[in-house]
C-alpha cells in the first residue's frame, strides 16, 4: 500500500513542519502557501453540511483518489444521495500538465492538457474551485459561503498574512486566495515523490526482476501492448521526472455504459467527455465527442477502479480491455460495443491504434501470460517502494 509523504491523520505534511520548525517572520510565502493549501484540503468544515473535505475523495494512502466511502465506480458528496458521474482520477504527477490547447502530433491537430477528465480547468486553481461548489461534491452554494467558513478557520490569520491583512474583504480575491493555496499543496513534495521501483531502477539503484522487464518491453512494444503510446516513458533518460506515464492527450475508447452511476439509469444522459455534459465549449464541434484525458499510470496499482466510468476494479482487467476490446468484444459489451456513445459517434472511438486494430475472433496482441506480465510491471510505478 502507497504511503506518501503526508501524515493524513495528524494533518502536518512538509510544509506545517517546515513552518513549525522556522521563526514565523522567517517563513517563506510559498511554503506559507503549501500549509494553508494543506490545512484548507483536510477541513471537513467546508462542505454543506459540514464532514466533506477535499481528502474526502483524494485520499493520500490511496495516491490521493477516493470515493468517500461510496464503494462505487463515482464518489459520494456532502449529502448522502449524492453521486459523482466520474471516478475520481488522481491528484499525483500532475503539476506539470500543461493547459487546455490544441497540438500537433504525427500531423494531426489534437488536444492535450487541462485537469478533469474533459480538461475544462486550464489551471490548477481552476480546477479547485469546482469541487467546493459542485452540488453532487462540496455543495456550497457560492463563492461567499465558502470564504466565510475560511474567514472563521482557526488558520485564517495565515491567510492575512500570505494574502493581506484585508483579504478576506473581497470575495472574489479571498476565493482567490484559497484556491491558490489548494493548488500551491497539490504541487508540492508528496504529490510527486518519485519513490517507486520503476524510479529507483531508472537511477541505477535497483533492478527489474525477469517478470518486470518483460512488463515494461511489452508495456513499450508497439505490436503488443503499446502502451507507451499515450503513456509515455522515456526509455534512455536517467531522469525519472521524464517518464510521467502520459502525454497529457486524449483517447476515444468507448467503454461499457456503467450501471453503478446513478445518472446513467436516465438513458438520455451520455458523458460525452469533451463533448459534455461538464464541458461546455465543445472543440470542433463532435470531432472530440467521447475523448476522455489520459491519466497518468504512476501509482495505478493503489488508484482502483479504472477508467473515467470507474468500469474496471481490477488492474489486469484494465489492461486486458485494451488487448481484447475488438478480438472479444461480448466480453466487455453486454449490450452492444460501444453502448455508452449514441451511434453516430462510434466512428470516434480508435479502432486503428495498436491493439485495437485487431478484428473480432481474430488472436490478440497478448495473450494472458503477457497481460499478467504488464500488471506485475505498473505495479513497480507505486511509490514509497523499499528495496
Not at 92 to 102: D, N, S, W
Not at 115 to 132: I, S
Not at 317 to 338: L, M, S
Not at 358 to 373: M, Q, T, V
Amino acid at each position: 500500500m502507497i504511503v506518501v509523504a503526508l501524515a493524513s491523520t495528524t494533518r502536518e505534511g512538509p510544509a506545517a513542519q517546515t513552518v513549525r520548525a522556522t521563526a514565523a517572520t522567517d517563513v517563506k510565502t510559498e511554503v506559507l502557501r503549501e500549509w494553508i493549501g494543506e490545512r484548507i484540503f483536510f477541513d471537513t468544515r467546508l462542505s454543506e453540511p459540514a464532514g466533506v473535505s477535499c481528502a474526502s475523495c483524494h485520499e493520500p494512502s490511496r495516491a490521493f483518489t477516493g470515493d468517500n466511502s461510496s464503494k462505487l465506480g463515482v464518489a459520494r458528496g456532502s449529502k448522502p444521495e449524492s453521486l459523482g458521474t466520474r471516478n475520481t482520477p488522481t491528484l499525483m504527477y500532475l503539476a506539470t500538465a500543461p493547459e487546455f490547447r490544441f497540438v500537433e502530433r504525427d500531423g494531426k491537430r489534437v488536444p492535450v492538457g487541462g485537469f478533469f477528465w474533459d480538461g475544462r480547468a486550464a489551471t490548477r486553481e481552476a480546477q479547485a474551485k469546482e469541487p467546493l461548489l459542485n452540488p453532487l461534491e462540496m455543495n456550497n452554494a457560492d463563492a461567499k459561503m465558502i470564504v466565510a467558513k475560511v474567514a472563521a478557520a482557526d488558520y485564517a490569520p495565515l491567510v492575512r498574512r500570505a494574502f493581506g491583512t484585508s483579504v478576506f474583504a473581497d470575495t472574489e480575491r479571498a476565493f482567490d486566495a484559497i484556491t491558490t493555496s489548494l493548488a500551491a499543496f497539490q504541487s508540492s513534495a508528496p504529490f510527486a515523490p518519485f519513490t517507486s521501483k520503476f524510479d529507483a531502477v531508472v537511477r541505477g539503484n535497483a533492478k527489474f526482476t525477469e517478470r518486470e522487464e518483460r512488463g515494461f518491453g511489452l508495456f513499450t512494444i508497439r505490436q503488443k501492448g503499446n502502451c507507451a503510446e499515450c503513456h509515455t516513458v522515456d526509455r534512455d533518460s536517467k531522469d525519472p521526472r521524464d517518464s510521467l506515464f502520459t502525454n497529457f492527450g486524449y483517447h476515444a475508447l468507448g467503454l461499457a455504459r456503467e450501471a453503478s452511476i446513478p445518472r446513467n439509469a436516465d438513458k438520455s444522459f451520455v458523458d460525452m467527455g469533451l463533448c459534455g455534459p461538464h464541458r461546455i465549449d465543445a472543440p470542433d464541434g463532435k470531432k472530440w465527442c467521447g475523448f476522455f484525458k489520459t491519466p497518468t499510470l504512476r501509482n495505478i496499482e493503489v488508484t482502483a477502479p479504472y477508467m473515467h466510468n470507474g468500469r474496471f476494479m481490477t488492474l489486469r482487467d484494465a489492461v486486458a480491455f485494451y488487448a481484447t476490446r475488438d478480438t472479444d468484444p461480448d466480453r466487455w459489451y453486454p449490450k452492444g460495443r460501444f453502448d455508452d456513445l449514441p451511434a453516430e459517434l462510434h466512428g470516434n472511438v480508435d479502432r486503428d491504434t495498436p491493439p485495437y486494430h485487431r478484428e473480432n475472433g481474430k488472436r490478440p496482441a497478448l495473450n494472458d501470460e503477457e497481460i499478467d506480465d504488464i500488471v506485475v510491471f505498473l505495479k513497480t510505478l507505486t511509490d514509497a517502494w523499499k528495496p
